[in-house]
């Protein structure tokens, strides 16, 4: 028993040696007899270095396979896909691949010229909650901040381009289930989209709020007409 | 929110028209409650025109001063 301990300790001070080495005095020490055990444990130490290598092939299979985005690939591959995925990102140094982490968020600092209030209390007041004094608006189903704040998430992600009136860049975002058709004239329909109108060529806010399909254009907008063919 | 509206907003169809002034009151502007745009007359805020670059912080107008301005016709909910 003191063998076997003092293996260990041996074992456990050469870590950063060999560990072929290390594996068959292991085993040696355990199994008593170096002549009898040396065949096997050199057959234990050949099966587990295939296994070890088989691993390393089987993570370099799922890493190409996630990397050419064939996730079908890839759930063939793996037994526990989020251990495996994670091995093969972790020892590349990398993390779960996010939309978020590079994407400068909003400005929410823009202050009313009439009202004196942030943008994110002006978007509050204005979609918030049904108001039946406006003609036409967008009203939030959650909270109107952090809805804008992932339709900018999403509008960066898909790249989407504003349209530009004056000082004014407007995004019309697509994002299910944001919002309904309220005041006055609403009837409540599902509005699938988030109209998000910023100060021109910056992420300041100036008003964000659900909306249907495309909204109107403005009636500045410059249409193409059809050329008449001539005779 | 201004009682008083002269119509919906070009720009971003959500907000009203409304009329406001400077604080010093020396000049009166349209401008939308809800993207704040702003105008020079309700007449270039109703058929579109480019807004205002420069935007000037302001209050709304009353009653008497829309009159004053001569742009009480405009209003649409009297």
């Known amino acids: 028993m003191s063998d076997v301990k003092d293996i260990a300790e041996s074992v456990a001070t050469r870590l950063d040696d060999n560990f072929n080495e290390i594996l068959f005095e292991w085993s040696y020490g355990l199994l008593g007899d170096r002549e009898q055990y040396q065949a096997s444990t050199a057959r234990d130490i050949h099966a587990f270095e295939n296994t070890v290598q088989s691993g390393i092939d089987k993570v370099q299979r799922i890493g190409d396979a996630i990397e050419r985005e064939d996730y079908q690939a890839v759930g063939g591959e793996l037994f526990d896909p989020a251990v495996s995925v994670g091995v093969f990102l972790g020892t590349r140094g990398k993390g779960l691949p996010g939309p978020d982490k590079n994407i400068p968020g909003l400005d929410w600092s823009k202050l009313s010229r009439r009202t004196g209030g942030d943008a994110a209390q002006h978007v509050t007041r204005n979609h918030g909650s049904l108001n039946l004094n406006k003609p036409n608006q967008g009203v939030f189903y959650s909270d109107a901040v952090e809805t804008t704040n992932d339709a900018w998430r999403i509008a960066k992600t898909e790249n989407i381009q504003p349209l530009t009136v004056g000082n004014r860049d407007i995004y019309v975002v697509p994002r299910a289930n944001s919002g309904y058709a309220g005041g006055a004239g609403g009837q409540l329909q599902n509005f699938d989209y988030v109209t998000l109108i910023t100060e021109k060529g910056t992420n300041r806010v100036v008003t964000s709020f659900p909306t249907g399909s495309t909204p109107p254009l403005p009636k500045s907008y410059d249409f193409p007409l059809l050329q008449e063919v001539k005779q | ?78």
């Open chain 2, 1 to 78: 929110m201004s009682e008083y509206y002269i119509d919906e907003c070009p720009i971003c169809r959500q907000g009203a028209l409304i009329v406001v002034k400077t604080k010093d009151r020396n000049a009166f502007f349209v401008m939308c409650d809800d993207c704040e745009s702003q105008w020079e007359s309700p007449e270039e805020a109703i058929r579109g025109a480019e807004p205002l670059s420069d935007e000037v912080g302001v209050v709304d107008a009353t009653l008497e001063e829309i009159e004053k301005q001569g742009w009480i016709g405009y209003i649409k909910n009297l």
